[in-house]
């Protein structure tokens, strides 16, 4: 399995961005896929998260209302589409595959992607 991240940059507080995963390498539609990010000296942390069936999504509560995940099944993408971005958000941002467990929790994803930069500017 092979994930990799694009959509990163430099914005302005209150602006938006969307991160794409593209994955390969397997079935994509049998993964559940996450998104965690990891600020300088800070633990990764998790941000959001859809299933294999599209319409279960997990939001970390510090994204939830500004934060979009989904996926594309067809074309084999996930993605996470963000708004009203603060530069608490930050991160070197990280796509992920599970085959199940609690979805939250960095430990039951198996394939990580090499991670993409989000840095939002005040």
């Known amino acids: 399995v092979s994930l990799e991240e694009s959509g990163g940059g430099l914005v302005q507080a209150g602006g938006s961005l969307t991160l794409s995963c593209a994955a390969s390498?397997?079935?994509?539609?049998?993964?559940?896929m996450g998104w965690f990010r990891q600020a300088p000296g800070k633990k990764r942390e998790f941000v959001a998260a859809v299933a294999r069936d599209p319409n279960y999504t997990y939001y970390a509560d510090s994204v939830k209302g500004r934060f979009t995940v989904s996926r594309d099944n067809v074309k084999n993408t996930a993605s996470l589409e963000m708004d009203n971005l603060s530069p608490g958000d930050t991160a070197v941002y990280y796509c992920?595959?599970?085959?199940?467990?609690?979805?939250?929790?960095?430990?039951?994803?198996?394939?990580w992607g090499q991670g993409t930069q989000v840095t939002v500017s005040s």
């Open positions: 390498g397997g079935t994509f539609a049998n993964w559940h």
């Open positions: 992920a595959a599970s085959d199940g467990g609690d979805l939250m929790k960095a430990n039951f994803y198996y394939s």
